[in-house]
């Protein structure tokens, strides 16, 4: 079964930087929008960031102008450049993928942001 599988989470200071990568496990095509959502302990999942198979990205507010969302499309590949990293960053990080309909996700990479 075709996973997605996400990379690069870690421990950081505050203004510091993280870049998150996500790929598939398996053989998958054509992936339209890709993306990024965040949960926090005791928060709904919510987004980050996502980018269609075109390159329109969408940004959630409190990462806008800190947080970049690119991908490879021939590698059914997407990042996450997070940029002066806050405290309330500090999350488990999901990739998300969706193909014919069908959504993906990964497993989730945690990110913590202390000082």
């Known amino acids: 079964q075709v996973q997605l599988m996400e990379s690069g989470g870690g421990l950081m200071q505050p203004g510091g930087s993280l870049r998150l990568s996500c790929t598939p496990s398996?053989?998958?095509?054509?992936?339209?929008?890709m993306g990024w959502y965040r949960q926090a302990p005791g928060t709904q999942r919510g987004l980050v960031a996502l980018?269609?198979?075109?390159?329109?990205?969408n940004y959630a507010d409190a990462v806008k102008g800190r947080f970049t969302i690119s991908r490879d499309n021939a590698k059914n590949t997407v990042y996450l450049q997070m940029n002066s990293l806050k405290l309330e960053d500090t999350a488990v990080y999901y990739c998300?993928?969706?193909?014919?309909?069908?959504?993906?996700w990964g497993q989730g990479t945690q990110v913590t942001v202390t000082g």
């Open positions: 998300w993928g969706t193909v014919a309909g069908n959504d993906y």
């Open positions: 398996g053989s998958i095509f054509d992936i339209n929008s």
């Open positions: 980018i269609s198979s075109g390159g329109v990205t």
